[in-house]
């Protein structure tokens, strides 16, 4: 028998045994509302219970429990089951996309609820990804410094061009800075990571530094196996972003790993400055 042949089969016995299944529930419901009817009958005969008028009150209540029991029981089969069935199957749906995806965690925080300390205590291998990241950069500047003194590790900075105009005026009027002053924070970044290179000597980690010309929709960083991206904002204060921890197997983290890898490789979009100077 065929593949198509056996699973035709295993789901006809499924449709079978729900079938009988659904003919059971029904025959007893209507085994138990007829039931209830003949004993409301019964205990409505007025002339049987002149001296037990306590037990034509219990007759009384039960029928008429087994009757509203039934009826409950058919407006759950009818409605409430589909419902909940409904919602638990809606539910377990975005579950399986979440993990498809690789999210272990989502913060509108991004400075304060993201365990930023332990993903540098071990990473080898670091990719950033922003517009300028001063006050991340001010943050975790002693993180950064024992990345760049570990032998055999990477840093690799993706900055938008400072020399491309269009990308500057963007950048300046959704961070609501001057020309000026949005040139002159890239380059603050990029003279940071410059320093941290000189810092880090002959035997501490290769870091370089590449110019994109286009303004960033969002930030990301991968620290190794784990990708953390930060949308921005439009409005002009500053205000909490959504921010999302991945890990390496998931739709999102593998997203993360080909835009740098776009932005990096060999006739990417973005340049190396530091490459070109050595």
Not at 105 to 123: A, E, M
Not at 208 to 215: E, G
Request: with cysteine; aromatic share 14%.
């Amino acid at each position: 028998m065929t593949k198509g042949g056996k699973l035709y089969m295993a789901l006809n016995n499924i449709k079978l045994i729900k079938e009988n299944v659904n003919l059971r529930y029904f025959l007893a419901a209507l085994i138990i509302f007829f039931f209830g009817i003949g004993l409301l009958y019964v205990s409505a005969r007025e002339d049987w219970w002149k001296n037990y008028k306590v037990w034509q009150t219990v007759l009384q209540h039960t029928g008429a429990l087994f009757i509203v029991t039934v009826a409950i029981g058919f407006l759950w089969e009818l409605v409430g089951k589909r419902s909940f069935l409904d919602e638990v199957l809606s539910k377990a749906q975005m579950s399986k996309e979440i993990t498809f995806a690789g999210i272990t965690q989502i913060t509108d925080s991004f400075h304060h609820n993201i365990d930023w300390k332990t993903y540098f205590h071990t990473v080898n291998k670091l990719d950033i990804f922003f517009a300028y990241g001063r006050t991340w950069r001010n943050t975790y500047t002693e993180e950064l410094q024992k990345v760049a003194a570990r032998e055999g590790a990477r840093i690799q900075i993706v900055l938008p061009d400072p020399e491309d105009k269009q990308v500057i005026v963007e950048l300046a009027r959704r961070f609501n800075y001057t020309d000026d002053e949005m040139k002159g924070l890239i380059r603050e970044a990029e003279t940071y990571f410059r320093d941290l290179s000189n810092s880090a000597g002959a035997n501490g980690a290769q870091i370089d530094i590449w110019f994109l010309p286009a303004a960033p929709y969002f930030s990301f960083y991968r620290f190794d196996r784990v990708g953390i991206l930060a949308l921005y904002t439009h409005r002009r204060e500053r205000s909490p972003v959504p921010t999302f921890v991945c890990e390496m197997g998931g739709t999102l983290y593998d997203y993360i790993r080909k835009e740098f890898k776009a932005m990096i490789s060999e006739g990417g979009l973005a340049k190396c400055v530091t490459k070109e100077e050595n």
